[in-house]
């Protein structure tokens, strides 16, 4: 499933933002060490995510970064669940933040 180029940059914010904690939680020790490899996963990890164009183009990276992720996350239908999860807790935060500005 090909992702729309309207959608792209939600998308992609919002892998981005995940994974990125999930390297610096859970990859320490694993996929680096130091803040230079860090740094140097962290940019490879972004342009990766940048990258894609589909539901499988993410599943590819989902599964070069496998250490970060449970293994359901790593079929098509875990990958695709996985964002759908993002997208759906990015609008709660929004919902929230909208909902304690006018109360």
Known sequence: MNINS????????VLITDMQKRLYEDGKGIMFTNDNEYTTQL??????VLHTNSVSDINNV?????????????????TLNYVIALLVGEIDKL?????????
């Open 6 to 13: 309207e959608n792209k940059q939600a998308i992609h914010d």
């Open 43 to 48: 940019e490879s990890l972004t342009e990766d």
């Open 62 to 78: 989902l599964c070069d970064y496998d250490k970060l992720f449970p293994s359901e996350y790593l079929t098509l239908d875990g």
């Open 95 to 103: 919902e929230n933040t909208v909902f304690h500005l006018s109360v």
